[in-house]
């Protein structure tokens, strides 16, 4: 069993920063894929971001985060964390971290056994 804990989340304005973190605990395993999805009001749970832990670290980013949003980890703390720049309103939501040892399946959410509680996001204009 895998517990994630999100923290970072709160209120900032446009165009402002902010960085989650995804602190895992329990069983870990030697390849496995962490991810970040959200959920905005009304809307459905959608991929943002994920990494590939193996021999080296592969990213992957959902076009609307692409070149703002920075996933990136440090694997002794299994932790990951998210670097959100220019923050746009739109990118108000509910942030949860997951993770899967189907790391074929980075980018689909279904394919995430554990997830976390999740943190709110929420960018004022």
């Known amino acids: 069993q895998v517990q994630l804990k999100e923290s970072g989340g709160g209120l900032v304005q446009a165009g402002g920063s902010l960085r989650l973190s995804c602190a895992a605990s329990?069983?870990?395993?030697?390849?496995?894929?962490m991810g970040w999805f959200r959920r905005a009001p009304g809307k459905n749970r959608e991929f943002v971001a994920s990494?590939?832990?193996?021999?080296?670290?592969?990213?992957y980013y959902a076009d609307s985060v692409k070149g703002r949003f920075t996933i990136s980890g440090d694997n002794a703390k299994n932790t990951v964390y998210l670097q959100m720049n220019s923050l746009k309103p739109e990118d108000t939501a509910v942030y949860y971290c997951a993770s899967t040892e189907k790391v074929w399946a980075a980018v689909t959410q279904g394919a995430y056994d554990y997830w976390g509680q999740g943190t709110q996001v929420t960018v004022s204009s």
């Open positions: 329990g069983r870990t395993f030697s390849s496995y894929a």
């Open positions: 990494i590939i832990w193996s021999i080296t670290a592969t990213t």
